[in-house]
């Protein structure tokens, strides 16, 4: 089992950047993919990105293809989303996620998820 703890959220202006982090600790980090999700009030939970073990294969969702950056440090045990040029449709509950298997796109793939981090973007 992995516990998930995601920080680095908070209210940023549109254009604005943020630095989200997920600290991870149980079973062996790198053992897992990992993704980033987001939900907004009223709508489902939406693929943001995800990355392999390797860091070797990585994915976005168009969305935020070309603003946002998803890394890991598999010594720190921590993933990271550096998300740039931020709009107000991120505004959003993000949270991280551990999967066994795959860096999938699907939230239904994954075995464990942080409580999740508030993203707010003013306009």
């Known amino acids: 089992q992995v516990h998930l703890v995601e920080s680095g959220g908070g209210l940023v202006q549109a254009g604005g950047s943020l630095r989200l982090s997920c600290a991870a600790s149980?079973?062996?980090?790198?053992?897992?993919?990992m993704g980033w999700f987001r939900q907004a009030p009223g709508e489902a939970r939406e693929f943001v990105a995800s990355?392999?073990?390797?860091?070797?294969?990585?994915y976005y969702s168009d969305s935020v293809k070309g603003r946002f950056t998803i890394s890991r440090d598999n010594a720190k045990n921590t993933l990271y989303l550096q998300m740039n040029s931020l709009k107000p449709e991120d505004t959003a509950v993000y949270y991280c996620?551990?999967?066994?298997?795959?860096?999938?796109?699907?939230?239904?793939?994954?075995?464990?998820w942080g409580q999740g981090t508030q993203v707010t973007v003013s306009s």
């Open positions: 996620a551990a999967d066994l298997v795959f860096p999938s796109r699907s939230p239904g793939e994954y075995d464990y």
């Open positions: 149980g079973r062996t980090f790198s053992d897992y993919a």
């Open positions: 990355i392999s073990w390797s860091s070797v294969s990585i």
